[in-house]
DNA sequence: TAGATTGTTAATCGATTAACAATC
DNA sequence: TAGATTGTTAATCGATTAACAATC
């Protein structure tokens, strides 16, 4: 159902912190780069660097390397990033206030068209100007607008209902920021932002080096 | 030099989202909970839950499963979540902010103590009564205040000179929101929080359904 | 030509899954 | 006792690493 991918995913995952270097490479002027340049430059291992490349479709050129622009297109088109997908976002928390406030998103083929909050203080207000909606608009605004990526900042209890709410107006992939596994049905993907996660791995790895000391 | 460490790298990822799970059941009232009703909360697989469990020590009852205010307990600890870790962040942007006005990290342990910023507009400043600095005094008060753990909120073209500067004060862990690889000496551990990677697989896998359908 | 790099195929490594005996 | 669950040992699976021929 949901598989179709050849490519690995920690493949997937590697390929946005290369294309970030192939951009500052092609700014430099370099026509060419070659996967071992690249590898030394991310700490990483070289036919790790090939395989993701290899992945993207573009072919090499041995002495030289890849050809720079094709790479940063492949890369792009490959993820999806090359042309602007459209996200709305429900929670105008800390995090949610944050996540509106970026402007980086751009460059990852991301546009926040609409957030929402049952908070009435904040609905109407405009923040990185993307106006708060009232969450009961939610499912006509991403109707109307044909929205598929929806965003969850909302507190964990009631995430669910809010995916679920998505969910039925139309959003196909769900970029979840709460603690908390979300249910969803075949056909939608979701990714979490885990900061717990994140910080059981620094704190255990921590604990062990500090223990050792 | 880095690994002491015995158990896999994602059972540690998956402990914060038991651990949460096992403390509504002991808000619940439950004294036991099996690794098999866990795994059904979680969608996850049983012996994957038992695994987990087992590298925190605690053992298990046959028919009843894992008594829950110990799982509680022993998680914590293997976590290094049992006692307050104090840390410090540097870069008072969006993201920043947000880290700041987060209550949630207590219950990792975790307590902020100072931030750091170039802006002098925001230095003086108290962002969920933690004061802003000047970045010139964050060896000095790292050092003071003996923090081992660093949260890097800056922009990435000075991500690496602030990681820099926080581990020559001192600094033993750093948890790093810039899509950027740090290059730390051994013995530091650097957790990276990557929303491009994590954007790219929801989009990617986004394409790859939608080309199917 | 010599040498560096690509690209592919095989070997290793580690995590997940399966199987099953032990236990309450 | 019967049955569900633990805990351990083996099998599978997938990703990483290694080896090497092809190529400019």
Chains 1, 2 share one sequence.
């Not at 920690?10 to 970030?20: A, G």
């Not at 500052?24 to 291992?45: F, N, Q, R, T, V």
């Not at 139309?170 to 075949?186: A, C, H, M, Q, S």
Request: one cysteine or more; aromatic letters at 6%.
């Amino acid at each position: 159902m949901s598989d179709v991918n050849p490519v690995a995913l920690p493949t997937v995952r590697r390929l946005p912190l290369m294309l970030r270097h192939i951009q500052e490479h092609i700014a430099a002027g370099d026509g060419y780069i070659s996967s071992s340049l690249l590898a030394k430059e991310l700490l990483m291992d070289p036919i790790l660097v090939r395989k993701a490349l290899a992945a993207t479709g573009v072919v090499g050129v041995p002495r030289l390397g890849f050809p720079a622009r094709e790479l940063e297109r492949s890369i792009l088109a490959f993820l999806g990033w090359d042309s602007m997908t459209d996200a709305v976002l429900c929670g105008v928390g800390n995090m949610g206030r944050a996540l509106l406030g970026y402007q980086g998103f751009q460059q990852y083929g991301l546009r926040i068209v609409a957030a929402f909050d049952i908070d009435p203080a904040l609905v109407g207000k405009r923040i990185n100007r993307i106006e708060v909606y009232p969450v009961r608009r939610m499912k006509q605004l991403i109707e109307r607008m044909a929205v598929r990526i929806g965003i969850v900042t909302v507190p964990a209890d009631v995430a669910q209902s809010v995916v679920d709410a998505m969910i039925g107006a139309g959003i196909r992939g769900v970029w979840n920021f709460t603690p908390f596994k979300l249910i969803v049905p075949d056909g939608v993907v979701v990714q979490r932002v885990d900061l717990a996660s994140s910080l059981a791995v620094l704190s255990h790895q921590l604990a062990m080096t500090g223990a050792k000391q």
